[in-house]
């Protein structure tokens, strides 16, 4: 079910992606496969142990290797910066930590943290000279688990961290980075008025991101300081910007060319390697190429958040949500920053709830530092919500979707964690999740259907980006967001719509660092809503401009011209009577009538538009090995306006994928002494394709008002329903309620063997 | 008078639990510098992580956004994304 | 340890190397050949990203050693287009929006061209299971099998 419309030349249809060709025949550059005359290729050196003091690293007998060109520890990078949480784009980063993430100083905090790096000239030189360098470790007691690093008498990660957002500020240091609380109305009063109260314990586990793509890079450093860093990241602003803080230069000395990149996530929103690489080219005068292993990608980058949740709802009868309580405790791997924030407020967002308490904390534990992933925190606490929502429907024998109906926000309604929603679909996906004939499908043996929404805010911010008219009459559209999943398609499109030529006539470029305006980074689903504003921008700059031409050229004021359909036309009566002049004419032009024609916007963009998602799962369980296979699926999306339908059914079909790895197999395994158990693909065990079924989705359209074409971010929500919507389709099946991730074959087992029946509330 | 509100977190750490507020200022910077007067820190802790959300519109790196007298001021975290 | 002398043909053409003896074929396509379309996304097996065809048989470049090679034919992803003609599987990844990022696409290419060739009219399941060796973290598969589904569809009636 497709909402294309017409209205558009455009907007809503699937041309081919501008980057599709060298997609589809090996010829797009991707991190690892640049390559610089002369380039040496480093290795790291990763802490064994899950907590350890570094007494002393020796590197003689590495640095004397022969064919190793230098060998750097923690000590040789400067200073790390103060230890304060600073803005940084839209979110903020403590960049000292940034600093210790990326080289261990005098604590390694956790297996696989980088403690020191080598460039060699060969990779198998570079490998043999970490094997040669020697570390002199003190090994300390450690804490994976969230619970127990909560617990007062936990191995403490950090002696300077105190619990922030307590009163009166603690005296002893705690593994509690930060406690944060929502509230509104009167909860006890709330759960009074319930005729149902139901309250449910969750655990969820990290999972990782699991782009194909290792992290990689090639860093170049000049005599004069200067950094030509070569990377695939989510953002070449923000690679520029944490390694200038990392590395202690100036901005302007960074140049950052993003390469194509292999997916992200979230996880490329950070630095690993290219702040090390920088520092190994500074010393050896040459290119440094880094290239993550799979191990390393598992050991020491992303994943996101392991959480331990508790949700209490309480219910009247006729279904009406009276109150929602929830305590989250999110795990940040070994420095504070685990997405709490957006997991306290996303919880029960999608519905108008009078009285909401939510408390939250961030714990850091000796597992990596978390990095964003899709809708960071979201899933987390939503999939207990949806849980608990989808059992009080039980209870009350009301229809799941019905009872999110009743309850579900709407324009006007105000989130408890303080904005007031405009327009937004959620009613709408709930709707035609009930009118899909997937919902009222017959359903066979040991076969259960579940259903479960999410929401997330989306987000807007900084966006640079120029349109050049060429002297033929096309066009260059220059932006600077890295394209992850055919964004070049939805701006170019958009662009073309604005000016009026054809899609093909536009060629757009992802720019470097030193040729297009700031842009904040790929992520939050930002950049088709956001960046696509700047474009559009750009582009009508670029028609005044056209249009003031046409004036000259036709003897006219420049208000007398109007831009229809990429051309110049007399607007007005007395504008004189013209023929219109199409752009190529104006284009060619161009030198006699003031010089070369552009657009250009910088802006802070607002108003991003919430999005909503349904999704309806089938599965069926086999009682005998506990496997539970997806039998079929659907999920329904506000998504505003699909500017490229494919892409944003793309979205929605690899968020569902991704959400029933985390669902059912994805989990990180440490071993008693915190090491990590199952690094590789084999063992970590992403779906296939023989994994899943076809995934139907439905695009609802309820324009975002904020922008042009009613654009809303769609990456984010899709990954943030199947958790509860394979769970409860579990319980459909067996009548058992799981509540810990993931939901593999022994614990189903074991569920079915305590008696299968459902749980006492 | 506009109204703002402060999540329960801000609240405990510099207002002794008072999370409302009836403020006069026309602008997101004098409400902040408002706050700040009553309760020194508050106004860096906001500029670090808060987001506004002024009338329903968030704003993600709030400063000059203006503010009515019946306008409702809420700071929360910054979201950031995938 | 010396180097060794490997003499092959890369996509129709005849092509020598050296190589170290622990080199896989994958380092030495990318790092000696520049053919950097062949990705590496594990090095151990599991991923499928560096899908080739070596004589015929659909291998992962990284499980193998670049002195194996020796006499052998090889196929990449550089050479499946025939000079500006993209392969009908190209094409239809394009049309379809069956790529996001892409890092994954050389890989899937080229397996499912190895799949049309065993098979011209494999079901879903088939496709699934020939598949299941190739990680897309980013699709979710869907529109991948419809593509490879749909040239084969399209195949049979030409
Ligand atoms: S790189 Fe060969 S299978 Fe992953
Ligand atoms: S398109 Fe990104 S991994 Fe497949």
Known sequence: MKNETQEFKWVGKRPIRPDGVDKVTGRAKFGADMHLPGMLIGRVLRSPHAHARIRSIDTTKAASLPGVKAVVTGSDFPPPPPPVWQAAGEVPVNFRDLARNVMARDKALYDGHAVAAVAATSAAIAEEAIDLIEVDYEVLPHVIDVKAAMKPDAPLLHDDLFTDGVSPKPDKPSNIAKRMEFAVGDIEAGFSKADVVIEREFTTKPVHQGYIEPHACVVDSSEDGRLFIHCSSQGQFMVRQFCARVLDVEISKVTVVPAEIGGGFGGKTTVYLEPTAGLLSRITGRPVKMVMSRTEVFRASGPTSGGATKIKIGATKDGTITAAQATLAYQAGAFPGSPIGPGCMCAFAPYNIQNVNVVGHDVVVNRPKVAAYRAPGAPISEFGVECVIDEIAEKLSIDPIALREKNAARQGTKAYYGPTFGPIGFVETLEAAKQHPHYSAPLGENQGRGVASGFWFNIGGDSSASVHINEDGTATVIEGNPDIGGSRASLAQMAAEVLGIDYDKIRITVADTSSVGYNFLTGGSRVTFASGKAVIEAANGAISELCARAAKLWEIDADAVEWVDGEARPAGDNAGDFEPMPLSTIAGASGKTGGPISGHASLNVKGAGPGFGTHICDVEVDQETGRVSVIRYTAVQDVGRAIHPGYVEGQLQGGVAQGVGWALNEEYIYDKDGRLDNPGFLDYRVPVASDLPMIDTVLVEVPNPNHPYGVRGVGEVPIIPPMAAVANAISDALGVRLKDLPMSPPKVLASLSNGGSRTPS | ?82 | MPRQHVTTEVNGEPQDFLCEPQETLLDVLRDELHLTGTKEGCSSGDCGACSIMVDGRLVCACLMFGVEAQGKTIETIEGMAEGDKLHPLQTKFLEEAALQCGFCTPGFLVAAKALLERNSDPTETEVRYWLAGNLCRCTGYDKIVRAVMDVAAETRET
């Open chain 2, 1 to 82: 008078m506009a109204k703002v509100v402060i999540p329960a977190g801000l609240s405990q750490q510099f207002t002794g639990g008072k999370s409302e507020f009836e403020i006069n200022a026309k602008t997101v910077r004098a409400v902040i510098r408002c706050l700040d007067k009553d309760f020194p820190g508050i106004g860096k802790a906001i500029e670090i992580d808060m987001a506004v959300a002024v009338d329903g519109e968030i704003y993600h790196d709030p400063l000059l956004e203006s503010v009515a007298p019946d306008s409702e001021v809420y700071f929360l975290p910054r979201i950031g994304g995938g």
